[in-house]
């Protein structure tokens, strides 16, 4: 969920711009997708939870 609350408060702050609303949206789109699975310990999801992750974290902190 931290992942995903990441994407959406980057997506929707002030000092977003084109560049970081195209990956936080990416990010929710995965994060999205993934999330019940990796938490219902389906393990081949967790690769795309962690994509989903890093990308959130990475474009969030292009906003400091």
Same mark, same amino acid.
């Given at each position: 969920?931290?992942?995903?609350?990441?994407? @959406?408060?980057?997506?929707?702050?002030?000092?977003?711009?084109?560049?970081?609303? #195209?990956?936080?949206?990416?990010?929710?789109?995965? +994060?999205? =997708?993934?999330?019940?699975? *990796? +938490?219902?310990?389906?393990?081949? +999801? =967790?690769?795309? #939870?962690?994509?989903?992750?890093? @990308?959130?974290? #990475? +474009?969030? *902190? #292009?906003?400091?």
């Amino acid at each position: 969920m931290d992942a995903m609350t990441q994407a @959406i408060e980057g997506f929707i702050t002030k000092g977003a711009w084109e560049l970081t609303d #195209m990956l936080h949206l990416k990010a929710i789109e995965i +994060v999205g =997708r993934s999330l019940r699975d *990796s +938490v219902a310990e389906q393990l081949e +999801v =967790r690769e795309e #939870m962690a994509l989903g992750q890093y @990308i959130a974290g #990475m +474009v969030f *902190s #292009m906003l400091a």
